[in-house]
């Protein structure tokens, strides 16, 4: 006779409850890894689809009437929404538009967590609160144009995003000699993968996509590294041992980039959800002048929105986005 042999009840029960708090621990982490891998491909093929659309308009500025009373107050603003009715939705598929202070109607959350994943803002209603310095008086210029302080609008897309629109009215070409990146923005998205649904962060679910000059516009969607790194470091050296821009980015991650000079724009404009909103150095960008020598490269400050071309082998801050 052989004896026959099991697991016991308390075995199974033991094996169970462990199993149990093995998924508890993974299974958090594989969910995110999955939402993230979606979220990247959803950011992607909108990024696209905005850029393509763009692309298939005659101009961006002019759409719209903003103007102010003797106080600054707005007293007629209806650019942003204009611009989706009259512009985008020419060219783009919307399911609803929804105009300044009806931005919830659309989806909009009342507030995102920015790219740290610590502070907490209230979602932007119009240019200033983006960011304060679109308006500084650096860039007032006249014939360069100028930033209006204009309400945003939202609209849905039939793929589900929520999206809010800042629309400038007043943007300029690249070809004016001014170079500030206040006056080249005509349009700043910052869209919402799903709507109102948590997490509502930067980085994440949340993110922002940028339309540079009025004519042969720039589309730009970066995604930012949370960190900077502040060691002054030149944009491109030959001194052996020595690091430059470019290498500290590869160094920080394999998936990270130096930005080039419009999407270190978007970062200035969006600086506030992205944690630069205390910045004042210059930014180093992978732009450089065509002069042959390759001496000077695009930088962008952000105390005041200018950017300008330095000498390479000049030290300055870097900020990576990923590809």
């Known amino acids: 006779m052989k004896k026959k042999t099991g697991f016991t009840l308390a075995e199974i029960l033991i094996t169970l409850a462990i199993i149990g708090i093995v998924a508890a621990i993974t299974l958090p982490s594989l969910l995110v890894n999955v939402n993230e891998k979606a979220w990247d491909a959803q950011k992607k093929a909108l990024h696209a689809r905005l850029a393509q659309a763009i692309g298939q308009m005659n101009t961006l500025g002019g759409y719209g009437t903003y103007t102010e009373g003797e106080d600054g107050v707005a007293t007629a603003d209806t650019a942003a929404e204009s611009f989706i009715l009259d512009a985008l939705s020419k060219v783009y ?65 039939v793929n589900g995003e929520t999206i809010a629109v800042f629309y400038n009215p007043l943007c300029s070409s690249d070809t004016t000699a001014n170079h500030y990146a206040q006056n080249k923005m005509c349009v700043n998205f910052i869209y919402d993968l799903n709507g109102s649904e948590g997490p509502n962060q930067v980085g994440k679910d949340v993110g922002f996509i940028t339309a540079f000059y009025n004519k042969n516009p720039v589309v730009v969607a970066p995604v930012p590294y949370n960190t900077d790194y502040t060691s002054g470091v030149p944009q491109y050296t030959e001194i052996e041992g020595k690091v430059d821009a470019q290498e500290v980015c590869k160094t920080l991650g394999q998936d990270l980039r130096l930005p080039d000079r419009d999407e270190l724009a978007s970062l200035f404009v969006n600086a506030p959800l992205n944690n630069l909103d205390k910045s004042t150095g210059g930014y180093w960008s992978s732009s450089v002048i065509s002069n042959g020598t390759l001496r000077s490269a695009w930088a962008q400050l952000f105390n005041d929105g200018s950017r300008s071309l330095y000498g390479r082998s000049g030290t300055g801050t870097v900020r990576c986005i990923r590809e």
């Open 93 to 157: 598929k919307i399911n609803n538009v929804c105009g300044p202070d009806k931005l919830s109607s659309c989806g909009i959350p009342s507030k995102i967590t920015t790219l740290d994943a610590v502070s907490e803002i209230n979602f932007p209603s119009k240019m200033s609160e983006l960011n304060a310095k679109l308006l500084n008086e650096y860039h007032n210029t006249g014939e360069d144009g100028d930033m209006a302080d204009t309400k945003a609008a939202a609209f849905e897309t």
